[in-house]
């Protein structure tokens, strides 16, 4: 069966840094293309970021780029999202998701979420 | 700064048939978009339904089918059920980066 679970999250000051896991089970995670995927307070879906397999291709949404950054590590088949200068607006659930090709099947699969808070 | 376009809301009887569309502000939605359509209940994360315009995950209740209309995307619903109510979100393909639609809240009455 296939797992993600997120974690991280958590109450964060305006300005600072957090990092996010996704520990994946289930499937050889070295195989798939995965996402991050936010959804602000009764809001709706936004896609983050992705990166493929081996960590050579990563594609970020414009308005994230040079504050979030997107990784993984195989060996301990995790997802990565370092989260930096944070600000009230990035307040969310952060979901990651398990994504079948760069374009084909994006989100077959979705953990639960992770609440970030940004707030003094 | 690409906006993807769906109906904030719709309404729809037991038993219905309803279609929730996907408009890019780029243009027409052709496959290489590969229109994808997603699930959300409240308190859940989201479900896939339809990933490249048309094709079903073998979780898809038959009732749901995916295509293009109009140069849009488009999610129809046939004989809908009252567990259907839900919001609904469409993912477009941008050669790399991808965009969510507003999302579509189903109503049930």
């Known amino acids: 069966e296939v797992q993600l679970v997120e974690s991280g999250g958590g109450l964060v000051q305006p300005g600072g840094s957090l990092r996010l896991s996704c520990a994946a089970s289930g499937f050889t995670f070295s195989s798939y293309w995965m996402s991050w995927v936010r959804q602000a307070p009764g809001k709706g879906l936004e896609w983050m970021a992705n990166m493929n397999q081996d960590g050579t291709q990563k594609y970020y949404v414009d308005s994230l780029r040079g504050r979030f950054t997107i990784s993984r590590d195989n060996a301990k088949n995790s997802l990565y999202l370092q989260m930096d200068s944070l600000r009230a607006e990035d307040t969310a659930v952060y979901y990651c998701?398990?994504?079948?090709?760069?374009?084909?099947?994006?989100?077959?699969?979705w953990g639960q979420g992770t609440l970030v808070t940004v707030s003094s | 700064q690409t906006v993807v376009t769906q109906e904030p809301s719709l309404t729809v009887s037991p038993g219905g048939t309803v279609t929730l569309t996907c408009a890019s502000s780029?243009?027409?939605?052709?496959?290489?978009?590969?229109p994808n359509w997603f699930q959300q209940k409240p308190g859940q994360a989201p479900r896939a339904l339809i990933y490249?315009?048309?094709n079903k995950y073998s979780w898809t209740p038959a009732r749901f089918s995916g295509s293009l209309l109009g140069g849009r995307a488009a999610l129809t619903l046939s004989g809908v059920q009252p567990e259907d109510e839900a919001e609904y979100y469409c993912?477009?393909?941008?050669?790399?980066?991808?965009?969510f639609g507003g999302g579509t809240k189903l109503t049930v009455l």
């Open positions: 780029t243009g027409a939605v052709t496959s290489g978009y590969y």
């Open positions: 490249s315009t048309s």
């Open positions: 993912l477009l393909y941008y050669g790399g980066a991808k965009v």
């Open positions: 998701a398990r994504d079948q090709g760069i374009a084909a099947r994006p989100g077959e699969y």
